[in-house]
């Protein structure tokens, strides 16, 4: 059972968009998750939405162009992404036993994408396998993007992982840490309570990439 579950129930889908939609209504922009992902990768990239929850980030993604698969263990969070976007693929999975094959998608992502707190809400003791999952599920040179909360201000829990101990699981996963940022508008990190940390697999890239530094007005 994950933290996020213990927390909602698994029931919160409906309730959690409608938070979304009222910031939208109101003029806050709600995507810039998906626009800090697409300064990362070419036009057309695989990316993966690990954690895709109600589909927000995803659904932008791939009005942009971009080739997503959306996997969450919370039923009630997909249930809301297929209505909204029935064209997409939307996974139930478990990221700490993800595996692209057994859902019939091929690996090699371009990008692995993981907002909304993830880590932080996972089952505990389960960090380490996650990173190693979606770290597999890259290509080399793929970029495991994370953000999420640090302290209890940013947090709907107690803290669950330090950054230490997630660069130590991506390092151990063949992840190198590329940059590390405050805000998903790409504000310098300054040891504050929310992180979004960008990492590489180690390996050849098989095509040119984008800069690994997002670049926001």
Same mark, same amino acid.
């Given at each position: 059972?994950?933290?996020?579950?213990? $927390?909602?129930?698994?029931?919160?889908?409906?309730?959690?968009?409608?938070?979304?939609?009222?910031?939208?209504?109101?003029?806050?922009?709600?995507? +810039?998750?998906?626009?800090?992902?697409?300064?990362?990768?070419?036009?057309?990239?695989?990316?993966?939405?690990?954690?895709?929850?109600?589909?927000?980030?995803?659904?932008?993604?791939?009005?942009? +162009?971009?080739?997503?698969?959306?996997? /969450?263990?919370?039923?009630?969070?997909?249930?809301?992404?297929?209505?909204?976007?029935?064209?997409?693929?939307?996974?139930?999975?478990?990221?700490?036993?993800?595996?692209?094959?057994?859902?019939?998608?091929?690996?090699?992502?371009?990008?692995?994408?993981?907002?909304?707190?993830?880590?932080?809400? $996972?089952?505990?003791?389960?960090?380490?396998?996650?990173?190693?999952?979606?770290?597999?599920?890259?290509?080399?040179?793929?970029? #495991?993007?994370?953000?999420?909360?640090?302290?209890?201000?940013?947090?709907?829990?107690?803290?669950?992982?330090? #950054?230490?101990?997630? /660069?130590?699981?991506?390092?151990?996963?063949?992840?190198?840490?590329?940059?590390?940022?405050?805000?998903?508008?790409?504000?310098?990190?300054?040891?504050?309570?929310?992180?979004?940390?960008?990492?590489?697999?180690?390996?050849?890239?098989?095509?040119?990439?984008?800069?690994?530094?997002?670049?926001?007005?």
């Amino acid at each position: 059972m994950s933290r996020w579950n213990d $927390l909602t129930g698994a029931t919160s889908g409906e309730e959690y968009a409608a938070r979304f939609a009222a910031l939208a209504r109101g003029g806050e922009d709600v995507h +810039g998750e998906a626009r800090f992902c697409a300064a990362l990768v070419p036009d057309g990239a695989r990316v993966l939405d690990a954690g895709c929850g109600t589909g927000r980030v995803m659904i932008r993604l791939a009005e942009l +162009g971009y080739d997503c698969v959306g996997v /969450d263990l919370d039923a009630s969070m997909l249930a809301v992404a297929r209505e909204q976007a029935p064209h997409l693929p939307w996974f139930h999975a478990d990221l700490a036993a993800f595996e692209p094959a057994r859902l019939g998608v091929a690996g090699d992502f371009d990008l692995v994408v993981a907002a909304g707190n993830i880590f932080p809400l $996972l089952a505990p003791g389960t960090e380490a396998a996650v990173v190693g999952r979606l770290s597999a599920a890259l290509r080399p040179g793929g970029l #495991l993007v994370a953000g999420f909360g640090l302290d209890r201000a940013h947090l709907p829990v107690p803290p669950g992982i330090t #950054l230490p101990e997630y /660069d130590d699981h991506c390092a151990a996963a063949g992840l190198t840490l590329v940059d590390r940022f405050a805000t998903w508008d790409a504000a310098p990190y300054d040891g504050g309570g929310y992180a979004v940390s960008v990492h590489r697999r180690r390996g050849t890239p098989d095509h040119p990439e984008h800069a690994a530094h997002p670049e926001h007005p």
